[in-house]
């Protein structure tokens, strides 16, 4: 049982360029969310998908689009990368009750140069 | 969204109970307290949650006030590997789903 995968684990990206990181979850959950941690900050969440074919904007959604492909994979895409997005990007799952906990990836480490 | 506060740092002699306190007093009567934690940069594992009541479980215990209005989050024996920042969080439920709102947490440090 893998829980949340994320990949890639780490990107260097020119300012500029495009990509996008991949989440899967295998738990068959309902919630998934994108977040992006700082340096010594906490996590802040980007955007949110509380079911198949939804999806909402968080805290800090600019420069920012997301997609949730199926119930397992939700996507988030940098269309032109800034050195401001270098951070850590932590992927989560959740069954989407209020009484749930959530499963987090172990983060996409990005880089803008 | 209600609001949590957390002391930045706590260090905890390793063996001994770690008691890391968390003020919410704004929260509505609905929402969860939840605690989760971050070693070193991996990402985030739920600890434990409770709405009015204590909760326990395999790793830790959960008192929350009966004002609701503050909680404590306790590690019976810490170890080494306790070493970590914890959040504490008050749940948003937002139409079937929801979202967590992290602080800073609180940097715990067990030491030998």
């Known amino acids: 049982n893998a829980g949340v995968t994320q990949t890639p684990k780490f990107q260097v990206l020119k300012t500029g360029q495009s990509m996008t990181l991949q989440c899967a979850q295998d738990?068959?959950?309902?919630?998934m969310y994108w977040y992006r941690q700082d340096p010594g900050m906490g996590l802040r969440l980007i955007y949110y998908?509380?079911?198949?074919?939804?999806?909402d904007k968080g805290e800090v959604p600019n420069g920012y689009n997301v997609s949730r492909l199926n119930k397992r994979e939700f996507s988030l895409r940098l269309e032109s990368a800034a050195p401001s997005q270098t951070s850590v990007y932590f992927c989560?799952?959740?069954?989407?009750?209020?009484?749930?906990?959530?499963?987090f990836g172990q983060g996409t480490r990005l880089t803008v140069v | 969204d209600a609001k949590t506060t957390q002391p930045t740092s706590m260090d905890c002699a390793e063996g001994r109970a770690a008691n890391l306190p968390c003020n919410h007093s704004?929260?509505?009567?609905?929402?969860?307290v939840y605690w989760y934690r971050q070693i070193h940069s991996q990402g985030p594992q739920y600890i434990i949650h409770?709405?009015?009541n204590n909760e326990t479980n395999e790793m830790a215990s959960l008192i929350i006030t009966e004002d609701r209005k503050s909680s404590t989050l306790i590690l019976p024996h810490a170890t080494l590997r306790d070493t970590a920042v914890y959040y504490c969080?008050?749940?948003?439920?937002?139409?079937?789903?929801?979202?967590?709102?992290f602080g800073t947490g609180t940097q715990l440090k067990v030491e030998l």
């Open positions: 738990m068959n959950h309902n919630s």
């Open positions: 409770g709405l009015k």
């Open positions: 969080i008050v749940r948003v439920a937002l139409g079937g789903g929801n979202k967590l709102t």
């Open positions: 998908s509380a079911s198949e074919g939804t999806t």
């Open positions: 704004t929260i509505s009567g609905n929402e969860y």
């Open positions: 989560a799952s959740s069954s989407g009750g209020s009484d749930t906990e959530a499963f």
